[in-house]
């Protein structure tokens, strides 16, 4: 699948992406959360035991799956659709914490395509807070960042920084970001 109008939020832990999707969301833009998070905050609410510290092999393999679901489901969203993370980040933090990366995992990569743009999240030490969910210190946090651009990059997505101002410039940046997408066709803008 290769859904053009799929726009991908990445960058560091912590610095502000989770915000900047909700804004939009808020404008009536089609969001899809971060799957990691919502999967520890309902692990904690239901007293399971599948986080990232005590299981991170299990963990990245429901993630993984949970992204690919979001992203199906997505199909039937109005566009453009904005994802709090996605799936080739899944892969690229497997192979940095050393896990397995089975033949399975690779395929639902290859199988689903974002924008070629990506929007990234540079690491903002300024508004990183250390929170039961973001237990990292802000420089472990950091050091991920890297990896989860190169992520993307190196599977021919273009970056573009998100500058780090207020949510509402980080909205207006994002706009202007995937607008020439749909320069044809300005009913996708919601103004």
Same mark, same amino acid.
């Given at each position: 699948?290769n859904?053009q109008?799929?726009?991908?939020v990445?960058?560091?832990?912590?610095?502000?992406?989770? =915000?900047?999707?909700?804004?939009?969301?808020?404008?009536?833009?089609?969001?899809?959360? #971060?799957?990691?998070l919502?999967?520890?905050?309902e692990?904690?609410?239901?007293?399971?035991?599948?986080f990232?510290?005590?299981?991170?092999?299990?963990f990245?393999?429901?993630?993984?799956?949970?992204n690919?679901?979001?992203?199906?489901?997505a199909?039937k969203?109005?566009?453009?659709?904005?994802f709090d993370?996605?799936i080739?980040?899944?892969l690229a933090?497997?192979?940095?914490?050393?896990?397995?990366?089975?033949?399975?995992?690779?395929?639902?990569?290859?199988?689903r395509?974002y924008a070629?743009?990506?929007?990234?999240?540079?690491?903002?030490?300024?508004?990183?807070?250390?929170?039961r969910?973001?237990r990292? =210190?802000?420089?472990?946090a950091?050091?991920?960042? #890297?990896? =989860?651009?190169?992520?993307y990059? #190196?599977?021919?997505?273009d970056?573009?920084?998100?500058?780090?101002v207020?949510?509402?410039?980080?909205?207006?940046?994002?706009?202007?970001?995937i607008?020439?997408?749909?320069?044809?066709?300005?009913?996708?803008?919601?103004?």
């Amino acid at each position: 699948m290769n859904n053009q109008h799929f726009y991908v939020v990445t960058g560091a832990s912590g610095a502000g992406k989770s =915000t900047l999707i909700k804004a939009l969301g808020e404008l009536g833009y089609s969001v899809v959360p #971060e799957v990691a998070l919502a999967l520890v905050q309902e692990q904690e609410q239901c007293g399971g035991n599948l986080f990232p510290w005590s299981q991170p092999q299990a963990f990245m393999e429901e993630v993984l799956e949970r992204n690919i679901q979001a992203y199906d489901a997505a199909q039937k969203l109005s566009s453009p659709v904005f994802f709090d993370r996605g799936i080739p980040e899944c892969l690229a933090h497997m192979r940095l914490l050393g896990l397995e990366i089975r033949t399975e995992h690779e395929a639902g990569l290859r199988q689903r395509h974002y924008a070629s743009t990506v929007l990234v999240a540079q690491p903002w030490p300024e508004i990183y807070v250390c929170d039961r969910w973001g237990r990292a =210190t802000f420089e472990r946090a950091a050091r991920s960042f #890297e990896a =989860t651009v190169a992520a993307y990059t #190196e599977s021919g997505y273009d970056a573009r920084f998100i500058p780090q101002v207020s949510v509402e410039e980080r909205v207006e940046f994002v706009l202007q970001q995937i607008e020439g997408a749909f320069s044809k066709s300005r009913r996708w803008f919601r103004t």
